[in-house]
């Protein structure tokens, strides 16, 4: 039985040809998705801004005027409501003093629970969360944190195992990764909670993983031919490391796009956020990643100097790309 090969083994693509058009497009996509978050804003959940989230589901897509007058009548404070994942289900946030015990919040659910129940009769309420504004700034320092020390320590290990051009170039594709994450939920305004930073942590593990499978290809290469070209050499690097990451990519994805389809709403975010960060982690490994190293100066001469001295035989000069 012949093996299934989604890259042939004479596979020869020129990534570095274009690398100036995928820095531009790159750079392109980071603003707009900077300028989307400053813009739009995130849609935070009850993790990071507090308050009690009810989650209902309807039988026909509700007015949300008519809902918001009924639950603001109920003296419960002012609520804010969202349909969430379909026309059909509707996510209502309600403030909470400070100090509420939980007896106090099962009733306003009660109560709000009641009201909609008389007002629209077959809805059911599939989820309730309680978060205070001291644990959700508690929760957005420590998710910030966490995504911070994540890719700082990813790139001093990358300096610290290969060449400071090595952690350069990865703390830029995976900042680029994450900015792109957060992006697409201003866009979409999609709700941002723990599970998505999850997602968002996972992302930034996803891209390392692919990031140093083609670095470590880029110095073995560099120590065997020590006078072919860099961008020779890399295009060398990124083909004979192509099957992999195709065959990666593609089965992570079809995991996740059966999440995303079939999960159910609660994991939709998670999902979509890991599909397209398997899509950037992807392309910004192939393109950004590895293409950067020729614009900070990383020559396989230079890099012979610290490692041992390779056999003749083994030298190979690669054609100018």
């Known amino acids: 039985m012949r093996l299934l090969k989604l890259v042939p083994d004479n596979t020869n693509i020129g990534f570095v040809r274009i690398r100036f058009i995928a820095f531009m497009v790159t750079a392109l996509l980071t603003v707009a998705a900077i300028g989307a978050t400053a813009t739009r804003g995130l849609n935070l959940g009850v993790d990071f801004v507090g308050g009690l989230m009810i989650e209902a589901q309807f039988e026909q897509a509700p007015p ?22 379909d026309p059909r289900t509707v996510s209502i946030r309600l403030p909470i003093a400070e100090g509420s015990d939980e007896g106090a919040t099962n009733a306003i659910v009660t109560t709000v629970s009641n009201a909609l129940k008389a007002q629209f009769p077959g809805v059911t309420f599939t989820r309730t969360d309680t978060v205070s504004g001291k644990v959700s700034g508690e929760l957005i320092r420590n998710g910030v944190l966490a995504v911070i020390l994540a890719i700082l320590g990813i790139a001093v290990f990358s300096w610290l195992r ?28 999609l709700e941002f909670d723990l599970n998505i930073v999850a997602a968002v942590l996972t992302i930034v593990g996803y891209s390392i993983n692919d990031k140093m499978v083609i670095d470590d290809r880029i110095r073995e290469n560099m120590r065997k031919y020590r006078q072919m070209d860099m961008k020779a050499l890399i295009d060398l690097s990124v083909n004979e490391t192509l099957p992999r990451t195709v065959m990666t990519s593609l089965t992570v994805f079809l995991a996740l796009g059966a999440l995303l389809l079939w999960g159910g709403h609660v994991l939709r975010g998670f999902s979509a956020a890991m599909l397209l960060g398997v899509i950037v982690g992807t392309y910004s490994s192939i393109y950004v990643s590895s293409s950067l190293l020729i614009s900070l100066g990383l020559e396989p001469a230079k890099f012979g100097q610290k490692a041992e001295t390779a056999r003749p035989e083994a030298e190979r000069v690669g054609p100018k790309a």
């Open 64 to 85: 949300l005027d008519k809902m918001r007058a009924t639950i603001d009548g109920l003296g419960v404070g002012t609520s804010a409501l969202q349909q969430f994942g």
């Open 162 to 189: 290969y060449e400071w051009q090595f952690g350069v170039s990865t703390f830029v594709a995976v900042v680029h990764d994450v900015v792109m994450a957060i992006g697409f939920f201003a866009i979409t305004q």
